[in-house]
């Protein structure tokens, strides 16, 4: 009986040592067939290690699409957002035809960020969420002078709603109503405040966000002055496409928003404009209205820095199961 324990504790312990520092998901046929999407999840608020899976989930088995999510990992493999030197599986962005990335401030070692930089100069697409604005820092900023403002469109400015108070209504701007990315888009809405955003002229807005005065849908408009102007006069830019000429003389097709919290991705109407965005950047024709439907449960946490599910593994987000523990929970100004 010892040693039938003993051997199945080293079973499992060999699983664990074994399993890969990301995790991929098979496509179903589809119109992405052929094409592989991989996901940069490392942010210690926005809970992307949560909110990536859920997409790269949607992308493989409702649409086709070849997935990987990368994560930022503790030396014992498990999922750790803090540590911002870490990138696992760096080698899967050679063979990505599109990336969507939810990083902030990471310091990638030289050997990982080259994959990251290789996969910009060779053109593809590229989805930024959130804090994408400021993905980077310190010596991994170089390549790209800053990725935020050059790349993206914009850096980090400020919190322009007020955070954790305040949620975000997207509209769609005037005149981008018929724009084939926003197929399906609607009812946007999302816990995380509006970020202060001055894209540059190239850019193509989407949605402005309007703050809200509090943490629900129903909630009415924010009401207040700041720095000169209104709250939501104007409202800021929330989501744009741009082109990105790179230091290689590629050009890579930009879709940005400043939303894409774990719990703003709840929005049906936000996940369809990421699944858009892919669509678009990859050339291929975007649905009239694309499945975003989940493929496995789906509770994230509440944004909150050091918030992360603790011990969770990157093979703990599989297809087929939800994740394990319970959620950093929502406030009470954010339930029904």
């Known amino acids: 009986m010892k040693l039938l324990c003993c051997l199945a504790f080293a079973a499992l312990w060999a699983g664990s040592a074994l399993a890969d520092p990301h995790v991929s998901y098979a496509a179903k046929p589809g119109p992405g067939q052929g094409k592989h999407v991989v996901f940069i999840s490392g942010d210690e608020e926005y809970r992307s290690e949560e909110g990536l899976p ?8 409702r649409h086709g699409f070849k997935c990987t999510v990368l994560f930022s990992l503790a030396a014992d493999g498990t999922i750790d ?13 050679d063979s990505a035809d599109a990336v969507v990335i939810l990083t902030r401030f990471r310091q990638w070692p030289e050997p990982a960020l080259k994959h990251f930089v290789d996969a910009v100069n060779r053109g593809i697409p590229l989805i930024g969420l959130r804090t994408a604005t400021h993905a980077l820092s310190g010596a991994a900023q170089k390549p790209f ?35 084939a ?15 202060e955003a001055h894209p540059p002229a190239d850019a193509k807005i989407l949605l402005r966000g309007q703050s809200l005065a509090g943490l629900k849908p129903n909630s009415p408009p924010a009401s207040y002055q700041k720095n000169g102007q209104g709250i939501n006069d104007p409202m800021m ?6 082109s990105y000429a790179n230091s290689a ?20 109407g936000l996940r369809r404009l990421i699944v858009n ?60």
């Open 81 to 93: 957002p803090n540590n911002q030197q870490s990138l696992s599986s760096p080698e899967q962005l």
């Open 237 to 242: 830019p929330i989501a744009w496409t741009r």
């Open 181 to 195: 990315i926003l197929n399906g888009v609607s009812d946007v809405f999302g816990l995380t405040d509006v970020y």
């Open 145 to 179: 002078g800053d990725f935020g403002k050059k790349v993206m469109g914009e850096n980090w400015v400020s919190h322009w709603g007020k955070h954790m108070e305040e949620a975000t209504k997207g509209i769609i701007e005037p005149g981008a109503a018929s724009e």
């Open 54 to 61: 859920m997409l790269a989930k949607i992308l493989s088995q």
């Open 277 to 336: 965005g892919v669509y678009q950047g990859l050339g291929l024709a975007v649905p009239a209205k694309a499945d975003v439907s989940y493929v496995d449960p789906y509770q994230p946490g509440f944004y909150s820095g050091g918030g992360f599910r603790k011990g969770m593994r990157p093979e703990d987000l599989a297809l087929g199961k939800a994740m394990p523990g319970k959620p950093c929970p929502k406030p009470a100004g954010a339930l029904p």
């Open 249 to 268: 003389g590629k050009t890579n097709q930009v879709l940005c928003t400043t939303m894409g919290d774990a719990t703003d991705l709840e929005s049906e």
